[in-house]
């Protein structure tokens, strides 16, 4: 299968401050990126879904000017989590679309904001 | 709204059992559909992708479809511990989205 990886694997922050994490297909090329956000013990959540070269489309309900991606490149999405607060700690997860519309998922980033 | 509705479970069954593990979807003109592993704590691994009616087979993994009744499921023979784990069941319906729609899960615990 494709990989995608993640960085940070685990993030701690203070409150107030942003934090990037970066989503990359490391042996494909992905016009196509997902961010999901997960709590614990509950279902996964689309939060915005990411071309290369063009803007974000954001889910409903998710804050465009909180939580910021850039899809630069076909094999690098970013996601920054601006003045996070506490209720923004949850698990961050990538995934990157390759043939046939499987996609593949990063391993995720653990964010935690005091 | 375009659902995808999976048992709960918990489902439990003995090491070296078959699992059998079940997924509505309610999108009629939905074309792709694919079972995700999640182990608690991790995210999902795609484990298997089926489109057309029929199994389809991947080692100890059987995917099903059945596109008239709406109803896709997955068989997992001889059942491990390792296999103990969340499956989600995840349906691209029909519009042009690549978006996922996923089942809440069925969580598996195979018992040594």
């Known amino acids: 299968g494709a990989v995608v990886s993640q960085h940070p694997s685990r993030v701690i922050c203070k409150s107030g401050t942003s934090v990037k994490i970066e989503c990359r297909s490391l042996?494909?090329?992905?016009?196509?990126m997902f961010w999901y956000r997960q709590f614990p013990k509950k279902s996964l959540m689309l939060m915005a879904t990411?071309?290369?070269?063009?803007?974000?489309?954001?889910e409903q309900g998710v804050e465009k000017d909180k939580f910021l991606i850039n899809h630069a490149s076909l094999t690098l999405s970013t996601l920054t989590v601006t003045s996070a607060h506490p209720e923004d700690s949850s698990f961050y997860i990538c995934?990157?679309?390759?043939?046939?519309?499987?996609?593949?998922f990063g391993p995720g980033t653990r964010l935690t904001v005091l | 709204q375009k659902e995808v509705e999976q048992n709960s479970g918990p489902l439990s069954v003995p090491e070296g059992a078959i699992a059998s593990l079940n997924c509505t979807y309610s999108?009629?003109?939905?074309?792709?559909f694919f079972w995700y592993r999640q182990y608690s704590g991790k995210s999902p691994e795609l484990i298997m992708s089926?489109?057309?009616?029929g199994d389809k087979e991947d080692g100890r993994f059987t995917a099903q479809l059945n596109k008239a009744s709406q109803y896709v499921s997955l068989l997992i023979r001889d059942s491990q511990p390792s296999d103990s784990a969340t499956y989600l069941c995840?349906?691209?319906?029909?519009?042009?989205?690549?978006?996922?729609?996923f089942g809440k899960g069925t969580k598996l615990t195979v018992n040594p």
């Open positions: 042996d494909f090329q992905a016009t196509t």
């Open positions: 990411s071309n290369e070269g063009s803007k974000a489309t954001y």
């Open positions: 995934s990157a679309e390759f043939t046939y519309n499987e996609q593949f």
């Open positions: 995840a349906v691209i319906p029909q519009g042009g989205s690549e978006k996922l729609v």
């Open positions: 089926i489109y057309s009616n």
């Open positions: 999108d009629r003109g939905s074309q792709s």
